[in-house]
């Protein structure tokens, strides 16, 4: 099936580095959602983005809707250890079937 | 506020044999989605499930079939496992087809 790609692939950080990383795709999409992932456990909800060019904040991460509707970006200032894992973005347009297609992952380490 | 349940947590399952899974939709959602998720990718859509109607399927051959029942859980069933089967299967529940899904914890499936 389709995956959306993201970059980079991982990314080793110190603690308190900012982070960016980013996902595009092929297609339009009308809503763009990111979500952290730890090992053996399910995608966790971090950011919903329902317009081109819009920016949305959720404490330290920043996230934005590309204006052409086929990328989106996401920041971590001032990164801590819990921040470790895999941060998937996902592609969606409502519809019949309101299906996410998922970006193939950014690994994110942090060394303190 | 109750989240998205998944039973079991783990499975071993043979080459052939058949395997249902089950999930329970958080609290005021009537829509469930399943993806499956190969090690180290991202998830990929199999189904979704709207007023236990199958409402969209992904590319996944017939023998991946599912049922949502009058409280909104669901149960996704798998005939005839084959090896690549073997993934972590995770359900996600939101409102009325809306954008935002939430996902449980997954069951790990392991086909020998």
């Known amino acids: 099936g389709q995956q959306l790609n993201q970059s980079p692939q991982s990314m080793f950080i110190q603690e308190g580095e900012d982070v960016s990383m980013n996902c595009t795709s092929s297609s339009i999409f009308n809503t763009w959602l990111w979500y952290k992932q730890d090992p053996g456990e399910g995608p966790v909800l971090l950011i919903a983005l329902y317009k081109a060019g819009e920016l949305t904040s959720n404490g330290r991460l920043t996230a934005q809707f590309g204006i052409t509707r086929k990328d989106s970006f996401l920041n971590i200032s001032a990164s801590i250890p819990s921040d470790v894992g895999i941060y998937f973005c996902?592609?969606?347009?409502?519809?019949?079937?309101?299906?996410?297609?998922f970006g193939t992952g950014t690994r994110l380490q942090v060394t303190l | 506020e109750t989240g998205v349940t998944q039973s079991p947590t783990h499975l071993i399952k043979t080459r052939g044999q058949q395997v249902t899974l089950r999930c329970s939709s958080q609290s005021g959602h009537n829509t469930v989605s399943w993806y499956q998720q190969a090690l180290g990718q991202g998830p990929q859509f199999i189904f979704q499930?709207?007023?236990?109607?199958?409402?969209g399927r992904g590319n996944f051959p017939p023998r991946f079939s599912g049922l949502q029942f009058p409280n909104y859980s669901s149960e996704l069933n798998v005939n005839a496992l084959e090896l690549d089967d073997s993934a972590l299967y995770l359900c996600?529940?939101?409102?009325?087809?809306?954008?935002?899904?939430?996902f449980g914890p997954g069951t790990r499936l392991t086909v020998t």
């Open positions: 996902a592609g969606q347009n409502t519809g019949t079937a309101s299906k996410l297609t």
């Open positions: 499930y709207y007023r236990e109607e199958e409402n």
């Open positions: 996600a529940s939101s409102v009325d087809r809306a954008h935002e899904q939430y």
